[in-house]
């Protein structure tokens, strides 16, 4: 298994205002995946992280919304940019197992715009 | 287009009963489809895994099913208790890495 962590757990932020979402893993990872979960819906992937190479985005999420940085290989950044109401959703960090059969998942940024 | 739909109205179960959740999906082809479990404020954790070529599989008091035919799982939680009342969801991970996660069912166990 895995462990890993996000920060801030939760954060109420104004509108217009960006907030960046740390993750870190516990062991060396080549991808780190980026998820919204909005309230009663599922899980929705934004952007696959890799490091040293560009975010590979989903379709519907834009860099210029999503920043993403992966510096190395047990970190990355998701900042959700000039937010809206609409942008309140928990927010997952995630890594795939050794062999590829589940995915663990940190426990997750809840975001409140207002 | 491509859709997982799990059981929309959540369950509400006693002590002791199985609860049966289910997943059904259109236009997917899935190597294989993973369970998980979700508790309020937390990721999900990882249960189970079954794949395309495999008809059920199980896990103490988990079990999966998986009809490609009917494009639908099975998940059984038997003897059920109370710490096991959470959010359930089901994952289809395609020939690409990528999951797809269904919305999820939520199971209240009564004691």
């Known amino acids: 298994s895995a462990v890993i962590s996000q920060k801030p757990s939760r954060d109420i932020c104004q509108r217009g205002t960006s907030l960046t979402i740390q993750c870190q893993v516990d062991?060396?990872?080549?991808?780190m995946f980026w998820y919204r979960q909005q309230p009663g819906q599922s899980l929705t992937l934004i952007a696959t992280?890799?490091?040293?190479?560009?975010?590979?985005?989903e379709s519907g999420f834009v860099i210029d919304k999503f920043p993403i940085s992966r510096p190395n290989l047990t970190f990355s950044t998701l900042t959700v940019s000039n937010m809206s109401p609409e942008d309140s959703s928990i927010y997952l960090c995630?890594?795939?197992?050794?062999?590829?059969?589940?995915?663990?998942f940190g426990p997750g940024t809840r975001l409140t715009v207002l | 287009s491509q859709k997982i739909e799990q059981n929309s109205e959540a369950l509400n179960i006693q002590e002791g009963k199985t609860a049966t959740l289910t997943c059904n999906y259109t236009?997917?082809?899935?190597?294989?489809l993973q369970w998980y479990r979700q508790d309020p404020g937390r990721g999900p954790v990882f249960l189970l895994l079954?794949?395309?070529?495999?008809k059920e599989k199980r896990k103490e008091r988990l079990k999966v099913t998986f009809d490609t035919t009917l494009k639908q799982s099975l998940f059984h939680i038997t003897a059920s208790q109370p710490a096991d009342s959470a959010t359930y969801l089901c994952?289809?991970?395609?020939?690409?890495?990528?999951?797809?996660f269904g919305a999820g069912t939520t199971v209240t166990v009564r004691a």
């Open positions: 994952a289809l991970r395609s020939n690409d890495y990528k999951l797809s």
């Open positions: 992280a890799n490091q040293g190479s560009e975010a590979t985005y």
């Open positions: 079954i794949r395309e070529n495999e």
């Open positions: 062991s060396q990872v080549t991808m």
């Open positions: 236009n997917y082809s899935p190597a294989y």
């Open positions: 995630s890594i795939d197992g050794s062999s590829y059969n589940e995915q663990f």
